[in-house]
T-cell receptor
Framework: GNSVTQMEGPVTLSEEAFLTINCTYT??????LFWYVQYPGEGLQLLLK?????DKGSNKGFEATYRKETTSFHLEKGSVQVSDSAVYFC???????????FGDGTTLTVKP | IAGITQAPTSQILAAGRRMTLRCTQD?????MYWYRQDLGLGLRLIHY???????GKGEVPDGYSVSRANTDDFPLTLASAVPSQTSVYFC?????????????FGEGSRLTVL
């Protein structure tokens, strides 16, 4: 079956530091890949997505590239802000199956 | 645009009581989902519905039931609540079909079973 493995947290960084959160997956076929973000007390919302190999998703300074050869979709940001403090979830979806598979989430705390 | 609306936001419930969590979407999405979120366990799918009139079991369906009488509503019922059902519950929807499958989430319902 499908699975998503995320870098374990929590992650604590100083403002303006470089962020990487690793995500690898196992799936049949050619899934779409997603990063979702959950701010405190809120539901998840889509941060970025990529639908095929070598696609790069980007939003709010975050980027992730769909790497089929390494089955990875690592999240990066060059300079984090305090407002980026949240829980980040990597996920995949096989379009035929109709259900998403989530990683366990990585909690990021950014300190001023 | 409201998106996904969940109710109640928070509830404390005695064990053995029946409880229905409500979920309504205004995006005319075909697919809807219920997840529970527990510390250290991430998001786990309880039930889903690919289209009105159909439902399916996720990875943790026991103790829960759902119905999908129309496109907009997808209530989750706990017939007889137990303390292990204490969790935060999220309803979500997606456009299904040949779309990329992005999920839209509600704000969550925090349930405590005593």
């Amino acid at each position: 079956g499908n699975s998503v493995t995320q870098m374990e947290g929590p992650v604590t960084l100083s403002e303006e530091a470089f962020l990487t959160i690793n995500c690898t997956y196992t799936a049949t076929g050619y899934p779409s890949l997603f990063w979702y973000v959950q701010y405190p007390g809120e539901g998840l919302q889509l941060l970025l997505k990529a639908t095929k190999a070598d696609d790069k998703g980007s939003n709010k300074g975050f980027e992730a590239t769909y790497r089929k050869e390494t089955t990875s979709f690592h999240l990066e940001k060059g300079s984090v802000q305090v407002s980026d403090s949240a829980v980040y979830f990597c996920a995949l979806k096989n379009t035929n199956a109709g259900k998403s598979t989530f990683g366990d989430g990585t909690t990021l705390t950014v300190k001023p | 645009i409201a998106g996904i609306t969940q109710a109640p936001t928070s509830q404390i419930l005695a064990a053995g009581r029946r409880m229905t969590l409500r979920c309504t979407q205004d995006m005319r999405h075909n697919a809807m989902y219920w997840y529970r979120q527990d510390l250290g366990l991430g998001l786990r799918l309880i039930h889903y519905s690919n289209t009105a009139g159909t439902t399916g079991k996720g990875e943790v369906p026991d103790g829960y039931s759902v119905s999908r009488a129309n496109t907009d509503d997808f209530p989750l019922t706990l017939a007889s609540a137990v303390p292990s059902q204490t969790s935060v519950y999220f309803c979500a929807s997606s456009d299904g079909g040949q779309g990329t499958g992005e999920l839209f989430f509600g704000e969550g319902s925090r349930l405590t079973v005593l």
